[in-house]
């Protein structure tokens, strides 16, 4: 069975500071990993997403995660805090890419101190 | 396209009653996936179909019915609501394409509250 543990339920960083929300995962077979993120009173938007094709994962915003199997990570990281990217971000697994089976960590509410 | 809406946007159940929860999406894809969203516990998935006619449980399916007669809509049945099914629900539908333009997307939610 997959799954991941999001480290930090709520962080903060100040405005042009360094973004990292932690996540690790943990599965029987080559997993696909997503970041997603939610925006008070919204779904959920996808931010980037690694199908095995290359360990750094550029999306979105300027976000971007780094694979790494040797310490089954998938960390999320941003250069430069925007107060626009006050929200919660939701890191998820699955075994396939069809993907109707998320399996999604416990989310990391961010905020950003002017 | 109007991708996945969801109706209603608010509700409010009485413990007993029954009530079903719209999910409808205009992208012809193939899987289709209910979750709820509870605080501290990120989504977990409720029931999920991979296409007309074919569902299959979640991680937390009692309570809840699903059925999936056309491609478009997914329908999520509570049969008797209680007061642990309050919650926000999400759809979510994707297709089985390359794994460079794969992408599940998500409606805006569904607020229930059953008291």
């Known amino acids: 069975a997959q799954s991941v543990t999001q480290l930090g339920s709520h962080v903060s960083v100040s405005e042009g500071a360094l973004v990292l929300l932690r996540c690790n995962y943990s599965s029987s077979v080559p997993p696909y990993l997503f970041w997603y993120v939610q925006y008070p009173n919204q779904g959920l938007q996808l931010l980037l997403k690694?199908?095995?094709?290359?360990?750094l994962v550029k999306g979105i915003n300027g976000f971007e995660a780094e694979f790494k199997k040797s310490e089954t990570s998938f960390h999320l990281t941003k250069p430069s805090a925007h107060m626009s990217d006050a929200a919660e971000y939701f890191c998820a697994v699955s075994k396939s890419f069809g993907n109707e089976k998320l399996t999604f960590g416990t989310g990391t509410r961010l905020t950003i101190i002017p | 396209n109007a991708g996945v809406t969801q109706t209603p946007k608010f509700q409010v159940l009485k413990t007993g009653q029954s009530m079903t929860l719209q999910c409808a999406q205009d992208?012809?894809?193939?899987?289709m996936s209910w979750y709820r969203q509870d605080p501290g516990m990120g989504l977990r998935l409720i029931h999920y179909?991979?296409?007309?006619?074919?569902?299959d449980q979640g991680e937390v399916p009692n309570g809840y019915n699903v059925s999936r007669s056309t491609t478009e809509d997914f329908p999520l049945r509570l049969l008797s609501a209680a007061p642990s099914q309050t919650s926000v629900y999400f759809c979510?539908?994707?297709?089985?394409?390359?794994?460079?333009?794969?992408?599940?997307?998500f409606g805006p939610g569904t607020r229930l509250t059953v008291t």
């Open positions: 979510a539908s994707s297709y089985s394409g390359l794994a460079d333009t794969y992408e599940q997307y």
């Open positions: 690694y199908t095995s094709a290359a360990t």
């Open positions: 179909s991979v296409g007309a006619g074919i569902t």
């Open positions: 992208m012809n894809h193939e899987y």
